[in-house]
């Protein structure tokens, strides 16, 4: 069975400081990964995935997050905070595996980022 | 559409009402998820169709849930005698290729549901 863990509800930073989300994951396959945001009252937006290939995966608004197989994480970065990444972030991950429930995205229970003027 | 379009956002519910939610999927999109949010918690899967086909509905929680998606694009989740448990954000998300085809899984905006 998969599953994932989100270190830390919530998350406090400065503007224009590093946003360090982390995220370590469970799977007996190799995984597909993925970062959502969620911003209040609104629907999950994909930040960046990772399926194959290249470990560290950039993705929108300057975000980017690298698998690491070997601590088996996928934490979501950021060099410099805005105001506007206020919003709830989540972990997913799914199976590589065709067929089977193991394809459906397993998510983490989620971050809450604040950031400070 | 563009987007993955639910309807209606907010519903509020006496318990022991019927409820039905309708979820719109980008078009062509070959896969849709519902998933159940409660407060403060992260997205649950309920069930999943393939075209026409609901190939797992492994999460749903009772008997009292069902959906469907006739024609494999447009889909319905039905909760009846809602029950207070039931109160939840319910998104509905879509993607191109079956699932573990690591596609990216659009999510639509959601439809609140209070049962009061």
């Known amino acids: 069975a998969q599953s994932v863990t989100q270190l830390g509800s919530h998350v406090s930073v400065s503007e224009g400081a590093l946003v360090l989300l982390r995220c370590n994951y469970s799977s007996s396959v190799p995984p597909y990964l993925f970062w959502y945001v969620q911003y209040p009252n609104q629907g999950l937006q994909l930040l960046l995935k990772?399926?194959?290939?290249?470990?560290l995966v950039k993705g929108i608004n300057g975000f980017e997050a690298e698998f690491k197989k070997s601590e088996t994480s996928f934490h979501l970065t950021k060099p410099s905070a805005h105001m506007s990444d206020a919003a709830e972030y989540f972990c997913a991950v799914s199976s590589t595996l065709y067929g089977g429930s193991q394809g459906n995205l397993i998510f983490g229970k989620g971050t809450k980022l604040s950031v400070k003027p | 559409g563009a987007g993955v379009s639910q309807s209606p956002r907010y519903k509020v519910a006496k318990r022991g009402q019927d409820v039905a939610l309708r979820c719109d999927p980008i078009?062509?999109?070959?896969?849709l998820f519902w998933y159940q949010q409660a407060l403060g918690q992260g997205p649950e899967f309920l069930t999943y169709f393939q075209n026409e086909a609901q190939l797992d509905k492994s999460g749903l929680p009772s008997d009292r849930f069902f959906a469907e998606r006739p024609e494999g694009s447009v889909s319905t989740l039905k909760i009846q005698r809602t029950q207070q448990e039931d109160s939840a954000v319910y998104l509905c998300?879509?993607?191109?290729?079956?699932?573990?085809?690591?596609?990216?899984?659009?999510f639509g905006e959601g439809s609140w549901l209070t049962v009061v």
């Open positions: 998300a879509s993607s191109l290729g079956g699932r573990s085809s690591g596609n990216t899984i659009y």
């Open positions: 078009s062509g999109h070959v896969s």
């Open positions: 990772y399926t194959t290939g290249a470990t």
